[in-house]
């Protein structure tokens, strides 16, 4: 008799599924995976060293590019850990701001992983149907940073600046008419926040129309129901979060269990599920979206009814505004040190943990009391997701490693780091 071995082979980095830079070694019995190994530091640019020869305000765009989907909210738990060990606290109207557009960022991620999931398993409408929301979405990142991805508009004291009064216009061109182009100025009239509050009005159609696409259709539940299922002990043990966690059902989100700017005012629900399966993460972060949406609406609301300052006016931290440099000495200085060699953080060490789209996202930070930190070290959620791969696909067909991959969300840049 011939022997039969196991075949092993690799899924990546050159598959389209594999997300660019994943390099998953494969053991097949036939059609079925008996082990899993995936191999990553493919995309790893040494963002936690590169941050310790940097002063601390200089690193702030490199979280941007950690987790490159959801970048606000990479942004918004580096600036946490030094508003900790600075003592500071920013002004109430920045926290709203950072919390509309933690949702904001919430809900381009999902997005983006939806288009992606819905793609990977063979849909295409979906995944337009996705692009066009997250438009919106961007040109509202550009309205406050001039970046459409890498904003840097969260800093320690508050953020870069205050929401616009006005939108961006498109203007007619070969593509588009007058006519055309005066439909789509239509929702831009008036300030961001009307922009947004006219983006949340129209979305909760759109979820409709993904949901009318997906969830109830017979190929895309034979692709995802029962498919990578876990255990909320095991999801627990291996060190899940997020809607990794919460699919398997646990109502674990740090926005509730241990609340940070102002989530402790919003209302909104934690979506669980049952089975912990690829159709379980699905639905989760299909209603993550429309909570998102309630929570960037009572933002609005807020916003609306109490301007004031997003920034403390301590120098020391915060660059002082332009018209004070142009005619005092002391701010010009000011900002120049600020630029140049940033500012002191005090001795000690801090773990500032936030409910990133993707689970929790933390940053563990040693100041030795130097302008730059001793030692920078990132807990990407999506890391201990990957580890678990292996024990997700066992027993699975080939076929349903696309699936649970893209089910899992991950994003290397934040994996490696």
């Known amino acids: 008799m011939a022997e039969i071995k196991n075949y092993v082979f690799n899924f990546g980095p050159q598959h389209p599924a594999a997300h660019g830079v994943l390099r998953l070694i494969l ?10 190994d995936p191999h990553v530091g493919l995309l790893h640019r040494a963002t936690e060293k590169l941050a310790e020869t940097k002063p601390f305000n200089h690193t702030i765009g490199y979280m941007d590019r950690l987790d490159y989907v959801s970048m606000m909210c990479n942004e918004h738990g580096y600036v946490l850990a030094i508003e900790k060990l600075l003592g500071i606290t920013p002004p109430v109207r920045a926290q709203y701001i950072r919390v509309m557009f933690d949702e904001i960022t919430r809900v381009l991620n999902h997005l983006l992983w939806l288009a992606a999931h819905s793609l990977d398993n063979g849909g295409m409408a979906v995944f337009l149907y996705c692009f066009r929301e ?4 961007l040109d509202c990142y550009e309205a406050v940073s001039g970046a459409r991805m890498h904003a840097t508009y969260y800093r320690p004291g508050g953020v870069y600046r205050d929401l616009p009064d006005k939108m961006p216009q498109f203007v007619p061109s070969k593509w588009n008419n007058a006519k055309k182009t005066a439909k789509l100025n239509e929702n831009r009239q008036g300030s961001l926040l009307d922009f947004i509050w006219d983006f949340t009005e129209r979305f909760p159609t759109c979820v409709d129309e993904y949901e009318s696409l997906l969830t109830n259709n017979r190929i895309w539940k034979q692709r995802t129901v029962n498919i990578g299922m876990i255990s909320p002990e095991r999801a627990i043990a291996l060190g899940f979060t997020g809607p990794m966690l919460r699919a398997s059902g646990v109502a674990w989100d740090l926005r ?3 609340p940070y700017e102002v989530y402790d005012q919003m209302d909104f629900d934690i979506p669980v599920g049952s089975k912990g399966d690829c159709y379980d993460r699905y639905l989760v972060r299909v209603n993550e979206m429309r909570q998102s949406n309630r929570i960037i609406r009572q933002c609005v609301e807020w916003l609306r009814a109490h301007p004031g300052p997003v920034m403390i006016d301590d120098y020391k931290v915060a660059p002082p505004p332009r018209e004070e440099m142009k005619i005092s000495m002391e701010a010009m200085i000011h ?3 600020n630029m140049t060699e940033g500012y002191a953080v005090p001795q000690g060490e801090v773990y500032s943990a936030i409910e990133h789209p993707k689970g929790e996202f933390g940053v563990y930070l040693i100041s030795d009391g130097a302008n730059k930190p001793y030692r920078l070290k990132i807990r990407a959620a999506g890391f201990s997701h990957l580890a678990g791969l292996n024990e997700l696909i066992s027993g699975h067909m080939i076929s349903d490693v696309v699936s649970v991959l893209s089910s899992l969300d991950i994003v290397f840049g934040e994996i490696d780091r």
């Open 27 to 36: 053991e097949v019995d036939g059609e079925t995976i008996v082990r899993a």
């Open 256 to 258: 509730k269990k241990q």
């Open 134 to 137: 997250r438009e919106d979405l």
């Open 335 to 337: 900002h120049f040190k």
